[in-house]
């Protein structure tokens, strides 16, 4: 069975930081993208960061660009997203999901949320 657990949330103020991790387990993702979205309340789930796992290729969505880090641990599996220089709107449920070969697998999701 794949898991994709996430934790790291939180409460921080403007301009603090936040490292969100997502482990996952119950098969490989040699082939696949890992990444992370959110979803703020009455608005859809907008992409945040992705790494490719087989090339560690990054993108990144524009908003988080010069804040945000993603990288990964092969061994442990686990991808994480370094946030920094934290805004009131990065406030969203974050979302680990793995995604690739016609098939995506997604966590339950972390609450971050952040004050002015």
């Known amino acids: 069975q794949v898991q994709l657990v996430e934790s790291g949330g939180g409460l921080v103020q403007a301009g603090g930081s936040l490292r969100l991790s997502c482990a996952a387990s119950?098969?490989?993702?040699?082939?696949?993208?890992m990444g992370w979205f959110r979803q703020a309340p009455g608005k859809e789930r907008e992409f945040v960061a992705r790494?490719?796992?087989?090339?560690?290729?990054?993108y990144y969505a524009d908003s988080v660009k010069g804040r945000f880090t993603i990288s990964r641990d092969n061994a442990k599996i686990t991808v994480y997203l370094q946030m920094d220089n934290l805004k009131p709107e990065d406030s969203a449920v974050y979302y680990c999901g793995a995604w690739g070969a016609g098939t995506d697998y997604w966590g339950q999701g972390t609450q971050v949320t952040i004050s002015s």
């Open positions: 119950g098969r490989t993702f040699s082939n696949y993208n």
């Open positions: 790494i490719s796992w087989s090339s560690g290729r990054i």
